[in-house]
């Protein structure tokens, strides 16, 4: 079974670059995937960010973009500020069905 | 403006079920599917599968089959969730969550279901 693959943990200094990851333990992600990346913060639902690898969805900040990057999807977030501390969670459609990544827990410090 | 709205916490003693409402507005009902989508305590978003509002056809993902029912009102706009022979690992923060052609783009706040004696 294939497994939706992205980094437990990573830090960010405020002010910085930060490019979270969202693989395929067997094959590529492409647009054909329709990768979308939702932020949750503890106690909170998830907000969606990014949809269709690049799209994002109203009220969200252009420090957030999305693209294909090798044989992954990324989410990029640029001058990351505190209130950026979150878990990231992506999906993939696979045909099936919809499948989350672990999500990556994102540290701002 | 789009709003899915749970119903509340909910505790249960094993072996009981539970139903999990997810009452949506501002839009037309059977024109989105619903998706449902369970996180367990301090674990990772999981999805459970959706119903399609249109037929009322629901999909089970791998996992949630048997005992996880999706079940539709559409005179009331509403999705539900039914579990039933709760178990202990049923413990969860449940969300319904509406797609708009393969990305989820409303969720409801969720609903936290405790499975305990």
């Known amino acids: 079974q294939t497994v939706v693959t992205q980094e437990p943990s990573f830090s960010v200094s405020p002010g910085g670059t930060v490019t979270l990851t969202c693989g395929l333990t067997s094959g590529s992600v492409s647009a054909s995937y329709y990768p979308s990346w939702y932020q949750q913060t503890p106690g909170q639902a998830p907000r969606t960010l990014i949809y269709s690898t690049n799209t994002r969805s109203s009220g969200v900040p252009d420090r957030f973009s999305g693209s294909i990057l090798g044989n992954k999807a990324a989410l990029t977030i640029t001058g990351a500020q505190a209130d950026d501390e979150s878990d990231y969670y992506c999906v993939l459609y696979m045909g099936s069905g919809m499948v989350f990544g672990g999500g990556t827990k994102l540290t701002v410090l | 403006q789009v709003q899915l709205v749970q119903s509340g916490s909910d505790l249960k003693k094993p072996g009981a079920s539970v139903k999990v409402s997810c009452k949506a507005s501002g839009y037309t009902f059977t024109n989105y599917a619903m998706h449902w989508v369970r996180q367990a305590p301090g674990q990772g978003l999981e999805w459970m599968g959706w119903i399609n509002t249109n037929t009322g056809n629901p999909t089970y993902a791998q996992g949630f089959t048997g005992r996880f029912v999706f079940s539709l009102d559409t005179s009331v706009s509403t999705a539900y969730l039914q579990i039933s022979s709760l178990k202990a690992e049923d413990t969860a923060v449940y969300y319904c969550?509406?797609?708009?052609?393969?990305?989820?783009?409303?969720w409801g706040r969720g609903t936290l279901v405790t499975v305990s004696s």
């Open positions: 969550a509406r797609e708009s052609v393969w990305y989820f783009d409303f």
